[in-house]
């Protein structure tokens, strides 16, 4: 029932489609609207007209789709063949029987000093159809691989789509089990401390990973920017409870944001990077972090002091990982700046909404 629906609704806007450029085509092509040239319009591109429809239709589908799924010549010419010549002893049996002076009239000669008015026989219509005919059958052919080049255009666009997502999803798995072996070794150097805010530290890993874990793998996803700010304060709380110096970091952030959402996990890696090989326990060097959002645009820079040692041996994979996922997000639409002055780690990444 539903591809009846489907070739009924194909039929008539083809139907509609072939009757406006049969129209259209003529009325751009006649300079003198008169009673003769309407009947003439109305006569081959209406009535004649509606037939080549038909026969353009009948060769679309049941000639035209099967012979390109099949390749069988044989079997294509064998109907063609027919129903090309079936179609010309139609049009002209209707052309002979209703539009003869239309169509058919060549002129006329004298014989016995009688008028003979002369006609186009159906050898000669035949020929003069030839072309015509032809091009019909171009037409259906046409029209085929036009749908077929879309939906593989379509088929591309989502196995394309599906790859993106793949990868995203790869990358940000990547991502996540980066930042929890970062996490767990800080809670667990915490814990060999016996420091009271292992609980605190604890609570605060388990709102991360839940944000985390319900971000969706879609590359089309975004979600509020506030979101995310919540993320971030979040992990820098954390982080701040590792090091025991809240002055080690310094977070700006407005305090109201434009309704704008962002695609999830893209800001944490430079945060991370920063408390991973910089200093963040001294408030004289601290890790700076700001973040600016307006209507056109997010700008988010951060800024640490180089340590002497890198704090762990884990990773290396945060920031060519969020590169990445901008490549796939964001193409076109962001900057990303990074300086490494020896002693000073600036990142500075822009997004264009």
Not at 327 to 343: A, K, T, V
């Amino acid at each position: 029932m539903y591809k009846t629906r489907i070739h009924i609704r194909e039929f008539l806007l083809l139907l509609l489609v072939w009757i406006l450029l049969m129209y259209v085509g003529s009325f751009l092509l006649l300079r003198n609207y008169t009673a003769e040239s309407m009947r003439n319009i109305n006569i081959n591109n209406g009535v004649f007209g509606l037939i080549n429809f038909a026969q353009f239709y009948i060769y679309l589908q049941w000639m035209v789709t099967p012979f390109l799924q099949n390749r069988n010549w044989k079997s294509f010419i064998g109907k063609l063949l027919p129903v090309f010549a079936g179609f010309i002893i139609m049009k002209y049996t209707i052309a002979a029987g209703c539009f003869s002076k239309d169509v058919l009239y060549r002129g006329y000669r004298i014989e016995n000093r009688q008028r003979v008015d002369i006609y186009v026989t159906l050898a000669e219509y035949a020929i003069s159809s030839l072309w015509s005919g032809i091009l019909v059958v171009l037409a259906a052919f046409s029209y085929r691989f036009f749908i077929w080049w879309l939906a593989e255009d379509k088929r591309r666009a989502i196995l394309q789509k599906q790859q993106l997502q793949a990868e995203s999803g790869f990358l940000k798995m990547q991502l996540n089990s980066h930042f929890l072996i970062n996490s767990l070794n800080s809670i667990y150097s915490l814990a060999l401390m016996g420091s009271p805010e292992v609980v605190r530290a604890n609570k605060t890993l388990t709102d991360l990973l839940s944000y985390m874990v319900d971000q969706p793998s879609d590359i089309d996803y975004r979600g509020p920017v506030a979101a995310e700010i919540r993320y971030l304060e979040d992990f820098v709380a954390l982080q701040r409870i590792r090091t025991g110096c809240e002055a080690g970091v310094v977070f700006n952030i407005p305090g109201q944001w434009p309704d704008r959402q962002i695609a999830p996990l893209l800001l944490v890696p430079f945060v991370e990077n920063a408390f991973k090989h910089g200093v963040s326990n001294r408030p004289e060097m601290p890790v700076t972090i700001t973040l600016e959002c307006s209507e056109e645009q997010l700008v988010f820079r951060v800024h640490n002091h180089i340590s002497g040692h890198q704090r762990d041996k884990t990773g290396g994979i945060g920031l060519d990982n969020v590169r990445k996922r901008l490549q796939l997000i964001y193409p076109g639409r962001h900057q990303l700046e990074i300086r490494d002055s020896g002693n000073e780690y600036y990142s500075n990444l822009v997004i264009n909404w």
